[in-house]
Protein backbone atom coordinates (compact mmCIF):
# COMPACT_ATOMS: atom_id res chain seq x y z
CA UNK A 1 0.00 0.00 0.00
CA UNK A 2 0.96 3.73 -0.92
CA UNK A 3 -0.89 6.56 0.33
CA UNK A 4 -1.88 8.99 -1.36
CA UNK A 5 -3.74 11.54 0.39
CA UNK A 6 -2.42 14.55 2.47
CA UNK A 7 -4.99 15.47 4.96
CA UNK A 8 -7.40 12.82 6.72
CA UNK A 9 -11.24 13.87 7.14
CA UNK A 10 -12.51 14.24 10.92
CA UNK A 11 -14.93 11.39 10.49
CA UNK A 12 -11.85 9.00 9.35
CA UNK A 13 -9.87 10.86 12.08
CA UNK A 14 -12.44 9.55 14.98
CA UNK A 15 -12.11 6.04 13.68
CA UNK A 16 -8.61 6.15 13.51
CA UNK A 17 -8.22 7.33 17.08
CA UNK A 18 -10.35 4.23 18.33
CA UNK A 19 -8.82 1.34 16.23
CA UNK A 20 -5.25 3.02 17.93
CA UNK A 21 -7.27 2.54 21.83
CA UNK A 22 -8.47 -0.97 20.12
CA UNK A 23 -4.97 -2.22 18.87
CA UNK A 24 -2.43 -0.71 21.73
CA UNK A 25 -1.58 0.09 24.88
CA UNK A 26 -2.13 3.58 26.66
CA UNK A 27 1.09 5.12 27.15
CA UNK A 28 1.72 8.02 29.05
CA UNK A 29 3.96 10.22 27.33
CA UNK A 30 7.73 10.76 28.78
CA UNK A 31 9.02 14.14 29.19
CA UNK A 32 12.77 13.20 30.19
CA UNK A 33 15.08 12.13 27.66
CA UNK A 34 17.25 10.20 30.28
CA UNK A 35 14.59 7.75 32.06
CA UNK A 36 15.28 4.51 32.17
CA UNK A 37 13.67 1.22 31.41
CA UNK A 38 12.63 0.32 34.92
CA UNK A 39 11.64 4.03 35.36
CA UNK A 40 8.95 3.25 32.66
CA UNK A 41 8.23 0.05 34.06
CA UNK A 42 7.20 1.09 37.33
CA UNK A 43 5.33 3.99 35.98
CA UNK A 44 3.39 1.21 34.13
CA UNK A 45 2.81 -1.05 37.44
CA UNK A 46 1.56 2.17 39.51
CA UNK A 47 -0.65 2.96 36.88
CA UNK A 48 -2.66 -0.64 37.50
CA UNK A 49 -1.80 -2.39 35.20
CA UNK A 50 -0.72 -6.21 35.77
CA UNK A 51 2.40 -5.68 37.28
CA UNK A 52 5.18 -6.95 34.69
CA UNK A 53 8.96 -7.75 34.86
CA UNK A 54 11.28 -6.26 32.46
CA UNK A 55 11.35 -8.93 30.60
CA UNK A 56 7.89 -9.44 29.99
CA UNK A 57 7.30 -5.74 29.50
CA UNK A 58 5.67 -5.06 25.73
CA UNK A 59 6.51 -8.73 24.92
CA UNK A 60 9.88 -8.15 25.68
CA UNK A 61 12.52 -5.29 27.45
CA UNK A 62 11.19 -2.05 25.99
CA UNK A 63 13.56 -0.79 23.89
CA UNK A 64 14.06 3.38 23.99
CA UNK A 65 15.55 6.12 21.35
CA UNK A 66 18.10 7.99 22.16
CA UNK A 67 15.13 10.22 23.10
CA UNK A 68 13.86 8.28 25.49
CA UNK A 69 10.59 7.18 24.11
CA UNK A 70 9.78 3.53 23.47
CA UNK A 71 10.49 2.71 19.97
CA UNK A 72 7.42 1.07 17.58
CA UNK A 73 6.09 -1.86 17.76
CA UNK A 74 8.85 -4.42 16.17
CA UNK A 75 11.15 -1.61 16.21
CA UNK A 76 10.56 0.53 13.29
CA UNK A 77 7.90 3.44 12.52
CA UNK A 78 6.47 2.36 9.01
CA UNK A 79 6.30 5.36 6.91
CA UNK A 80 4.26 4.40 3.71
CA UNK A 81 3.14 7.78 2.44
CA UNK A 82 4.22 8.83 -1.10
CA UNK A 83 4.56 12.82 -1.46
CA UNK A 84 5.48 13.12 -5.12
CA UNK A 85 2.87 13.88 -7.50
CA UNK A 86 4.01 12.56 -10.59
CA UNK A 87 4.68 9.28 -8.60
CA UNK A 88 0.85 9.52 -6.97
CA UNK A 89 -0.23 9.59 -10.42
CA UNK A 90 1.75 6.79 -11.87
CA UNK A 91 0.69 4.38 -9.30
CA UNK A 92 -2.91 5.52 -9.94
CA UNK A 93 -2.72 5.08 -13.67
CA UNK A 94 -1.22 1.44 -13.05
CA UNK A 95 -4.15 0.55 -11.43
CA UNK A 96 -5.75 0.82 -15.39
CA UNK A 97 -9.60 1.87 -14.08
CA UNK A 98 -9.39 -1.09 -11.14
CA UNK A 99 -10.69 0.33 -7.64
CA UNK A 100 -12.25 -0.68 -4.56
CA UNK A 101 -14.45 1.58 -2.75
CA UNK A 102 -13.23 1.08 0.83
CA UNK A 103 -15.76 0.99 4.00
CA UNK A 104 -15.04 2.97 7.13
CA UNK A 105 -13.20 0.15 8.73
CA UNK A 106 -11.25 -0.04 5.96
CA UNK A 107 -10.13 3.20 5.47
CA UNK A 108 -8.94 3.49 8.82
CA UNK A 109 -6.83 0.49 8.61
CA UNK A 110 -5.06 1.66 5.09
CA UNK A 111 -4.69 5.00 7.08
CA UNK A 112 -3.14 3.11 9.99
CA UNK A 113 -0.81 0.92 7.72
CA UNK A 114 0.19 4.18 5.74
CA UNK A 115 1.06 6.48 9.07
CA UNK A 116 2.65 3.26 11.20
CA UNK A 117 0.28 2.37 13.20
CA UNK A 118 0.08 -1.08 12.71
CA UNK A 119 3.57 -0.89 12.93
CA UNK A 120 5.89 -2.98 11.95
CA UNK A 121 3.13 -4.31 9.25
CA UNK A 122 3.24 -3.09 6.14
CA UNK A 123 0.80 -4.35 4.04
CA UNK A 124 -2.73 -6.48 4.38
CA UNK A 125 -2.12 -9.45 5.50
CA UNK A 126 -1.89 -12.59 2.84
CA UNK A 127 -3.90 -15.89 3.56
CA UNK A 128 -0.82 -17.60 5.26
CA UNK A 129 -0.17 -14.24 7.40
CA UNK A 130 -4.07 -14.41 8.10
CA UNK A 131 -3.86 -18.07 9.25
CA UNK A 132 -1.15 -17.79 11.37
CA UNK A 133 -2.27 -14.40 13.15
CA UNK A 134 -5.57 -16.17 13.70
CA UNK A 135 -4.51 -19.09 15.41
CA UNK A 136 -1.22 -17.39 17.36
CA UNK A 137 -1.83 -13.73 17.67
CA UNK A 138 1.49 -13.15 16.45
CA UNK A 139 2.92 -11.76 13.44
CA UNK A 140 4.04 -15.05 11.12
CA UNK A 141 7.79 -13.86 9.88
CA UNK A 142 8.76 -11.79 12.90
CA UNK A 143 6.52 -13.82 15.53
CA UNK A 144 5.38 -10.30 16.93
CA UNK A 145 2.58 -10.00 18.75
CA UNK A 146 -0.19 -8.44 17.25
CA UNK A 147 -4.04 -9.48 18.39
CA UNK A 148 -6.00 -9.16 14.71
CA UNK A 149 -6.10 -10.14 11.24
CA UNK A 150 -5.45 -6.47 9.37
CA UNK A 151 -7.62 -7.90 5.78
CA UNK A 152 -8.99 -5.90 2.67
CA UNK A 153 -12.01 -7.30 1.99
CA UNK A 154 -13.62 -7.18 -1.25
CA UNK A 155 -16.89 -9.27 -3.54
CA UNK A 156 -15.03 -8.34 -7.12
CA UNK A 157 -14.79 -11.58 -9.11
CA UNK A 158 -12.96 -9.67 -11.91
CA UNK A 159 -9.71 -8.70 -9.14
CA UNK A 160 -6.58 -10.82 -10.02
CA UNK A 161 -3.55 -11.88 -8.20
CA UNK A 162 -0.76 -9.21 -9.39
CA UNK A 163 -3.41 -6.46 -10.21
CA UNK A 164 -2.82 -3.01 -8.37
CA UNK A 165 -6.19 -1.57 -7.17
CA UNK A 166 -6.85 1.84 -6.63
CA UNK A 167 -8.22 2.10 -2.47
CA UNK A 168 -10.91 5.02 -2.84
CA UNK A 169 -12.72 6.33 0.08
CA UNK A 170 -15.49 8.36 -0.26
CA UNK A 171 -14.26 9.15 -3.83
CA UNK A 172 -11.23 10.35 -2.94
CA UNK A 173 -8.10 8.44 -3.37
CA UNK A 174 -6.27 7.01 -1.01
CA UNK A 175 -4.02 4.55 -1.81
CA UNK A 176 -2.70 2.19 -4.32
CA UNK A 177 -2.61 -1.51 -3.53
CA UNK A 178 -0.72 -4.47 -5.09
CA UNK A 179 -2.84 -7.75 -5.15
CA UNK A 180 -0.54 -10.36 -4.17
CA UNK A 181 -3.23 -12.64 -2.76
CA UNK A 182 -6.31 -13.60 -3.38
CA UNK A 183 -8.40 -16.08 -0.76
CA UNK A 184 -11.35 -16.91 1.07
CA UNK A 185 -11.33 -16.58 4.71
CA UNK A 186 -12.60 -19.16 7.66
CA UNK A 187 -14.95 -16.19 8.87
CA UNK A 188 -16.46 -18.69 11.99
CA UNK A 189 -12.42 -19.60 12.92
CA UNK A 190 -11.29 -16.36 12.33
CA UNK A 191 -14.67 -14.54 14.76
CA UNK A 192 -13.83 -17.37 17.66
CA UNK A 193 -9.97 -17.39 17.81
CA UNK A 194 -10.11 -13.27 17.81
CA UNK A 195 -13.26 -12.73 19.68
CA UNK A 196 -13.98 -16.31 21.50
CA UNK A 197 -17.38 -16.33 20.31
CA UNK A 198 -18.95 -17.26 16.79
CA UNK A 199 -22.47 -15.88 17.96
CA UNK A 200 -23.84 -12.59 15.58
CA UNK A 201 -24.85 -11.14 18.75
CA UNK A 202 -21.48 -10.11 19.28
CA UNK A 203 -20.88 -6.26 16.73
CA UNK A 204 -17.28 -7.73 15.99
CA UNK A 205 -18.98 -10.97 14.74
CA UNK A 206 -21.27 -9.41 12.85
CA UNK A 207 -19.21 -7.19 11.56
CA UNK A 208 -16.90 -10.30 10.08
CA UNK A 209 -20.10 -12.40 8.63
CA UNK A 210 -21.97 -9.54 7.02
CA UNK A 211 -20.07 -6.56 6.47
CA UNK A 212 -17.01 -8.06 4.90
CA UNK A 213 -17.08 -9.04 1.25
CA UNK A 214 -16.41 -13.08 0.70
CA UNK A 215 -12.51 -12.55 -0.81
CA UNK A 216 -9.94 -11.26 1.69
CA UNK A 217 -7.01 -9.54 -0.82
CA UNK A 218 -3.73 -9.40 0.65
CA UNK A 219 -0.71 -7.14 -0.55
CA UNK A 220 1.53 -4.20 -0.34
Known sequence: IV?????MQ????????????????????VAASSI?????????????????SSAHYYGTKATLDGSG???????????????DYLQASELIASCEGRTIELSDRNACDVELLAI???????????????????????LKDSNDLFG????MDTNDETLQV??????????????????EDKYKPNK???????????????PAVQMIAMERGKYYIGGP
Open 3 to 7: WLRFS
Open 10 to 29: RRALRVLASRILQYNPVVQP
Open 36 to 52: TQEALLQKYNSAGGSPM
Open 69 to 83: HILAHGGELVNLMVT
Open 116 to 138: GGFSPLKKFMNGSEYEHCVDNMR
Open 148 to 151: LPIV
Open 162 to 179: GDNVLLTYNGQNLAVMSA
Open 188 to 202: PKEAKMCYGTSSLEH
